[in-house]
């Protein structure tokens, strides 16, 4: 797939300095990334940021999509509105990889005003070195599309 390397990335004003650190981390690991802002840190709303990248993700043009606001929760609760969406928010490594092993996760939200810059740097790595581990696993992912039918 031609977008296996891609991934799109938004914030609301909460997390700028945030998001651009990542952008910069995953970049330097070979993603190739589209930061579709804010640019600037007026104020914005977490849902329009959240449910613009989680439709970019469902569309199939990026393999992930990061999200950050000041939790990560109002984000991830927009993007998980947008079907074929899965977004978990992390706030620990362990749960960063399990969600794409169990859940196959195919978004990541971090809260900026809960973790600090190295930690929320190990979470991405956590979340986009992961596979989804199929299996019995696959069958309850199913079943959560089903729920959004
Ligand atoms: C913005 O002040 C804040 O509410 C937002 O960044 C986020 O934490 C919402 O879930």
Same mark, same amino acid.
């Given at each position: 797939?031609?977008?296996?390397?891609?991934?799109?990335?938004?914030?609301?004003? &909460?997390?700028?300095?945030? @998001?651009?650190? $990542?952008?910069?981390?995953?970049?330097? *690991? %070979?993603?190739?990334?589209?930061?579709?802002?804010?640019?600037?840190?007026?104020?914005?709303?977490?849902?329009?940021?959240?449910?613009?990248?989680?439709?970019?993700? &469902?569309?199939?043009?990026? @393999?992930?999509? $990061?999200?950050?606001?000041?939790?990560? *929760? %109002?984000?991830?609760?927009?993007?998980?509105?947008?079907?074929?969406?899965?977004?978990?928010?992390?706030?620990?490594?362990?749960?960063?990889?399990?969600i794409r092993q169990h859940n196959d996760a195919n978004m990541l939200s971090?809260?900026?005003?809960?973790?600090?810059? %190295?930690?929320?740097?190990?979470?991405?790595?956590?979340?986009?070195?992961?596979?989804?581990?199929?299996?019995?696993?696959?069958?309850?992912?199913?079943?959560?599309?089903?729920?959004?039918?």
């Amino acid at each position: 797939m031609g977008h296996d390397r891609r991934l799109v990335i938004t914030s609301d004003h &909460a997390a700028i300095e945030l @998001r651009r650190a $990542i952008v910069d981390h995953v970049v330097a *690991q %070979g993603w190739e990334v589209d930061d579709i802002g804010p640019k600037t840190a007026e104020s914005t709303p977490y849902p329009e940021r959240g449910a613009e990248a989680a439709r970019l993700v &469902a569309d199939g043009q990026y @393999r992930f999509g $990061i999200l950050l606001c000041g939790t990560g *929760q %109002g984000i991830m609760m927009a993007a998980n509105k947008i079907k074929g969406v899965r977004c978990g928010v992390c706030l620990d490594t362990f749960s960063a990889r399990m969600i794409r092993q169990h859940n196959d996760a195919n978004m990541l939200s971090l809260g900026a005003r809960v973790v600090g810059l %190295g930690l929320a740097l190990e979470i991405v790595d956590a979340f986009l070195s992961a596979e989804f581990e199929g299996g019995r696993h696959a069958t309850r992912v199913e079943m959560i599309t089903a729920l959004e039918g």
